[in-house]
Nanobody, 120 residues
Framework: VQLLASGGGWVQAGGSLRLSCAAS????????VGWFRQAPGKEREFVAT????????YYTDSVKGRFTIARDSTKNTVYLQMSSLKPEDTAVYYC??????????????WGQGTQVTVSS
Protein backbone atom coordinates (compact mmCIF):
# COMPACT_ATOMS: atom_id res chain seq x y z
CA VAL A 1 0.00 0.00 0.00
CA GLN A 2 1.40 3.37 -1.00
CA LEU A 3 1.35 5.69 1.96
CA LEU A 4 2.30 9.32 2.40
CA ALA A 5 3.42 10.67 5.75
CA SER A 6 3.10 14.37 6.49
CA GLY A 7 3.01 16.84 9.34
CA GLY A 8 6.63 16.86 10.37
CA GLY A 9 8.59 19.95 11.22
CA TRP A 10 10.84 21.64 13.69
CA VAL A 11 9.86 21.91 17.34
CA GLN A 12 11.55 22.66 20.63
CA ALA A 13 11.95 19.97 23.24
CA GLY A 14 8.72 19.50 25.15
CA GLY A 15 6.63 20.51 22.18
CA SER A 16 4.09 18.58 20.14
CA LEU A 17 3.45 17.57 16.57
CA ARG A 18 0.77 15.51 14.84
CA LEU A 19 1.77 13.35 11.92
CA SER A 20 -0.70 12.11 9.33
CA CYS A 21 -0.56 9.03 7.15
CA ALA A 22 -2.78 8.97 4.10
CA ALA A 23 -3.31 6.14 1.66
CA SER A 24 -4.07 6.28 -2.01
CA UNK A 25 -5.64 3.51 -3.99
CA UNK A 26 -6.55 1.25 -1.10
CA UNK A 27 -8.51 1.51 2.10
CA UNK A 28 -6.56 1.20 5.32
CA UNK A 29 -9.62 0.11 7.24
CA UNK A 30 -8.74 -3.58 7.25
CA UNK A 31 -5.03 -3.26 7.91
CA UNK A 32 -2.72 -2.92 10.85
CA VAL A 33 -0.89 0.35 10.29
CA GLY A 34 2.40 1.30 11.87
CA TRP A 35 4.71 4.22 12.33
CA PHE A 36 8.46 3.82 12.05
CA ARG A 37 11.36 6.25 12.24
CA GLN A 38 14.95 6.48 11.11
CA ALA A 39 17.44 8.77 12.77
CA PRO A 40 20.66 9.81 11.01
CA GLY A 41 23.16 6.98 11.02
CA LYS A 42 20.72 4.53 12.59
CA GLU A 43 18.49 1.76 11.34
CA ARG A 44 14.80 2.29 10.90
CA GLU A 45 12.90 1.36 14.05
CA PHE A 46 9.34 0.60 15.03
CA VAL A 47 7.40 3.31 16.85
CA ALA A 48 3.72 2.35 17.09
CA THR A 49 0.99 0.28 15.52
CA UNK A 50 -2.80 0.28 15.53
CA UNK A 51 -5.29 -2.47 14.79
CA UNK A 52 -7.93 -2.22 12.06
CA UNK A 53 -10.63 -1.44 14.62
CA UNK A 54 -8.46 1.12 16.34
CA UNK A 55 -9.11 -0.51 19.70
CA UNK A 56 -5.65 -2.06 20.01
CA UNK A 57 -2.42 -0.10 19.96
CA TYR A 58 1.19 -0.92 20.75
CA TYR A 59 4.19 1.35 21.28
CA THR A 60 7.89 1.01 21.60
CA ASP A 61 8.97 1.68 25.17
CA SER A 62 10.72 4.97 24.43
CA VAL A 63 7.50 6.69 23.30
CA LYS A 64 4.95 5.18 25.68
CA GLY A 65 2.97 7.87 27.46
CA ARG A 66 4.12 10.53 24.99
CA PHE A 67 2.88 9.36 21.59
CA THR A 68 -0.64 8.32 20.63
CA ILE A 69 -1.59 6.52 17.43
CA ALA A 70 -5.14 6.84 16.17
CA ARG A 71 -7.11 6.33 12.99
CA ASP A 72 -10.00 7.93 11.17
CA SER A 73 -11.47 5.41 8.77
CA THR A 74 -13.75 8.00 7.20
CA LYS A 75 -10.65 9.85 6.04
CA ASN A 76 -8.57 6.73 5.38
CA THR A 77 -5.92 8.29 7.57
CA VAL A 78 -3.83 7.27 10.55
CA TYR A 79 -2.32 9.82 12.93
CA LEU A 80 0.58 9.93 15.33
CA GLN A 81 0.18 12.55 18.03
CA MET A 82 3.57 13.27 19.54
CA SER A 83 3.89 15.18 22.80
CA SER A 84 6.72 15.93 25.22
CA LEU A 85 9.11 15.60 22.33
CA LYS A 86 12.78 15.00 23.02
CA PRO A 87 15.84 15.64 20.85
CA GLU A 88 16.25 11.86 20.52
CA ASP A 89 12.89 11.77 18.71
CA THR A 90 14.54 13.55 15.78
CA ALA A 91 14.18 11.31 12.74
CA VAL A 92 12.40 10.79 9.46
CA TYR A 93 9.05 9.23 10.28
CA TYR A 94 7.36 6.74 7.98
CA CYS A 95 4.04 4.98 8.04
CA UNK A 96 3.48 1.50 6.69
CA UNK A 97 0.75 -1.03 6.05
CA UNK A 98 0.21 -3.83 6.50
CA UNK A 99 2.26 -4.31 9.62
CA UNK A 100 2.78 -7.69 11.25
CA UNK A 101 3.65 -7.21 14.87
CA UNK A 102 6.37 -4.58 14.81
CA UNK A 103 7.65 -5.24 11.31
CA UNK A 104 6.55 -4.71 7.74
CA UNK A 105 5.94 -7.46 5.21
CA UNK A 106 9.04 -8.61 3.25
CA UNK A 107 8.11 -6.91 -0.01
CA UNK A 108 7.06 -3.63 1.56
CA UNK A 109 8.02 -0.51 -0.35
CA TRP A 110 8.61 2.50 1.84
CA GLY A 111 6.87 5.70 0.88
CA GLN A 112 8.06 9.21 1.51
CA GLY A 113 8.61 10.00 5.15
CA THR A 114 8.34 13.25 7.03
CA GLN A 115 11.18 14.89 8.92
CA VAL A 116 10.78 15.64 12.60
CA THR A 117 13.46 17.75 14.22
CA VAL A 118 13.43 18.42 17.97
CA SER A 119 15.85 20.99 19.30
CA SER A 120 17.07 21.13 22.88
Amino acid sequence: VQLLASGGGWVQAGGSLRLSCAASGRALSYLYVGWFRQAPGKEREFVATISPSGRSTYYTDSVKGRFTIARDSTKNTVYLQMSSLKPEDTAVYYCAAPVVGTTVVPDHRWGQGTQVTVSS
